[in-house]
């Protein structure tokens, strides 16, 4: 399976912000021990716009994505998430190349802590923890990828049951509506039953008539025959 291109963007972008936040470090150590740090001043200038426009790369494909409906509501705002927690290490990392003078431990704390005066949450750890504290960022950056990818298969495993109750919905639906049918099927064989029941029940109300009409007819008959007979019949 191909690996998608906003996330394969995102690790690249990522990667960017933290190379910004070692650079300045390394050029915080160098103006302390009284080096020139202009080159250095050059290429994280670079790599800022660098970062800049990679987040506006982001934002336009997610949009696009979400649009199209390339992705679920639920993975979009995932997404939307994670550009603005880089938008917020943007800030701190401009933030931190403008004030030359800050203490490289000040900066981790700032990009790892959401901002020394700000309350924000940083894209990979909420706070500075004991089992982070001796990492480099590139450690960080691997735990923390462990950690999406935790979260990629949990919402992978969610993903799979809304799938499945959705076509157990739709299931149901399609049986309920083969119940109708055969309700509608059965109203129907009884209207016709009915109708031909009362056909059937006037046709014998007009043969019994039939019948009684014949049988006094005969029976007139008879009588005049019986009258005939007598008045022939020889007297003595």
Known sequence: ??????????????????????????????????????????????????????????KDLLLRAISTRQITQLEGDRRQNLVDDLLTR????????????????VIRSSLMTGGVKRDVTNPWLLEETEETSGLGFGEIRQQQQRIIQEQDAGLDALSSVLSRQKQMGQEIGNELEEQNEIIDDLTNLVANTDDKLRSQTRHVKMVDKKSTSCGMLVVIVLLLIAIAVVAVWPTH
């Open 90 to 105: 943007q800030r701190q990392l401009q933030a931190s190349y403008k004030n030359d003078g800050t203490e490289p431990d």
């Open 1 to 58: 399976m191909a690996p998608d291109p906003w996330l394969s963007m995102y690790d690249s972008t990522c990667h960017i912000a933290q190379e910004i936040a070692e650079k300045i470090q390394e050029r915080n150590r160098c103006q302390r021990n009284g080096e020139n740090s202009s080159k250095l001043n050059v290429t994280i200038r670079s790599l800022l716009q660098n970062l800049k426009v990679k987040i506006d790369q982001l």
